[in-house]
């Protein structure tokens, strides 16, 4: 063999040695191969750039630091203060225990919560993503309750009809989720203190059953045991056809 190959061969022995140093040292989590939320592949994305990116709002770390969706983080706080507002004059709780209590439970969470997610986030410490998840998560719950409950004039996004579709369509894009089991962890602290016989996948269909595509289907749930990914895994799975009728 030539000196030279040898020299080349060993360069590349070397740098393989390197990768594998790197992704040993890699922060991973055991359920990472069971990541559910990811970006869609360019080839697909390049056929309609516009079709799997929000238009409105920003959930989950996907999209955060795309500034043309920065109007809508200001409302996500007051809808969060309008649902810590309700609870505390429904109950015997007061702003600071559920706020504390929902940022207990979502640092809890952020591993597992991470590991939904394809990539990593170098830019969200575990804090900064556990505040998010409180941010966006109580966000959407409101909206649902509000949806439930239409509130008075006044509302940025119930007051503008094209508003309104624009997040529910935003809701059901794959790069714009958060982990259901998130949402259920708030609704159990939230929400479910001022609806009580109602379940959060019931607020979920009941939001988004204009959205429904199929002519001839419906928004059903149909095993309550199944769990969940997100958002738009669950409207997915509860699509049932209906027979067509005669032409």
């Not at 699509?239 to 032409?247: E, Q």
């Amino acid at each position: 063999m030539p000196i030279e190959d040898g020299e080349h061969i060993r360069d590349v022995h070397e740098s393989i040695i390197l990768l594998l140093e790197g992704e040993t040292q890699r922060p991973q989590h055991p359920l990472q191969s069971k990541s559910t939320i990811c970006r869609i592949p360019g080839t697909l994305r390049d056929l309609n750039p516009t079709a799997y990116a929000p238009q409105i709002i920003s959930i989950g770390p996907l999209h955060r630091e795309n500034k043309r969706l920065n109007a809508m983080e200001e409302h996500k706080v007051t809808y969060m203060l309008q649902l810590f507002q309700q609870i505390v004059k429904s109950t015997d709780m007061n702003m600071e225990h559920i706020r504390r209590e929902c940022a207990q439970e979502m640092f809890g969470l952020v591993a597992r919560t991470r590991a939904c997610y394809a990539e990593s986030f170098k830019l969200y410490d575990d804090p900064r993503l556990a505040e998010m998840m409180v941010i966006d998560g109580c966000f959407i719950l409101e909206l649902l309750y509000m949806f439930q409950n239409p509130p008075a004039d006044g509302d940025p996004i119930f007051d503008n009809i094209l508003v309104a579709h624009g997040i529910k369509n935003d809701l059901l894009l794959l790069e714009n989720q958060i982990p259901f089991f998130v949402l259920e962890k708030l609704f159990g602290l939230t929400v479910k203190h001022l609806l009580n016989n109602t379940s959060l996948t019931d607020l979920v269909l009941n939001f988004l059953k204009d959205m429904n595509i199929i002519k001839y289907g419906e928004l059903k749930l149909t095993d309550e045991t199944v769990d969940h990914c997100h958002i738009l895994g669950l409207f997915q799975s509860c699509y049932v056809l209906i027979t067509s009728p005669l032409l």
